[in-house]
């Protein structure tokens, strides 16, 4: 089975003397690739790359990446505190104070808890070294999703096979009402031609005629062997790795089929056949949205 789903989720974990760093990858499905990134403010300008990195291999559905990265607690100064801005808020205050004659006691802590007086220190002072680190690790996740999309596209694949067989055993059981359903048919237009213009004033041989006509517009041989035709067609580009969009297309002209045989019918036991089918059908494309 050669189909991959475009649910996938992945996830890895790395470290060096530097930094530790985690990548969370998850991804959905959507008709076209769309990716949701977050990166630390130190690796943004990296983003345009990871975004490629995610393009080549993931192709298609609704990606979140998000990249962590954690100083250790020994590497540098990951905080400092913005003093120029600390000592116009201290002046202020005790400015402020003196004219209201209020005490400012404990003021400097106050002060470090106002807006960007402590700022975080997010440049990397290795990052040569830890992108190179964090770059492993964006792959190894990424490969964890591909690996997660595989295993979800085979059991799809085995569901997308049981619901087209179901569809052909169910197409073989209309066989069994043929004869059935022509007899009822002409037993209806018989009846409703007695009923309308009387058996006795009917022209037996146009009747026939009509009947031959009208026989002929509810045949649905061909619709049964194309039906027959485009489920063998489903399954064996199944196995060729055709992709979602292909099958969707495939799907599409079984709908059309089972539709007009519904359509034709006119017997109970095959529109109930045709029900089933469409029940099928319908856990197919649901399916078959997820196929990359």
């Known amino acids: 089975m050669a189909i991959n789903s475009m649910t ?52 298609r559905g609704s990606v979140n990446f998000n990249l962590q990265v954690d100083r250790k607690e020994n590497v540098g100064n990951t905080y400092r505190i913005n003093r120029e801005l600390a000592r116009y808020y201290y002046d202020e205050i005790l400015s402020l104070g003196f004219e209201l004659g209020a005490q400012h006691h404990d003021a400097l802590l106050k002060i470090l808890e106002l807006p960007d007086v402590i700022v975080v220190n997010e440049e990397d002072e290795n990052l040569e070294t ?42 073989d059981q209309v066989n069994l009402y043929e004869k059935e359903r022509i007899k009822s048919i002409r037993q209806r237009l018989q009846n409703g031609i007695n009923e309308f213009i009387g058996a006795e004033k009917a022209d037996k041989g146009r009747l026939e005629e009509e009947l031959v006509y009208f026989l002929e517009k509810l045949d649905f041989t061909e619709e049964k062997s194309r039906l027959r035709n485009h489920c063998t067609y489903f ?30 019918a006119y017997h109970f ?19 078959l949205l997820n196929v990359l």
């Open 8 to 59: 996938g989720f992945g996830t890895a974990s790395a470290e060096n003397e530097f930094v530790s760093v985690k990548v969370e990858i998850k991804s959905l499905n959507g008709k076209h690739l769309e990716m949701n990134t977050r990166l630390p403010k130190a690796y943004q300008n990296k983003e345009l790359l990871v975004r490629k990195w995610i393009q080549n291999r993931l192709d």
């Open 130 to 171: 830890n992108w190179t680190l964090i770059e492993d690790t964006c792959f190894l996740a990424i490969d964890q999703v591909t690996e997660f999309r595989k295993q979800e596209g085979m059991a799809m694949g085995k569901g997308l096979e049981e619901n087209v067989m179901k569809i052909k055993n169910l197409l």
């Open 235 to 264: 399954l064996e580009n199944l196995y060729k790795d055709a992709g979602g969009k292909k099958l969707g297309f495939i799907s599409q002209e079984m709908g059309r089929e089972i539709n007009t045989l519904g359509a034709k």
């Open 269 to 287: 036991s095959i529109q109930q056949l045709v029900v089933e089918m469409k029940e099928e059908l319908e856990k197919m494309k649901e399916m």
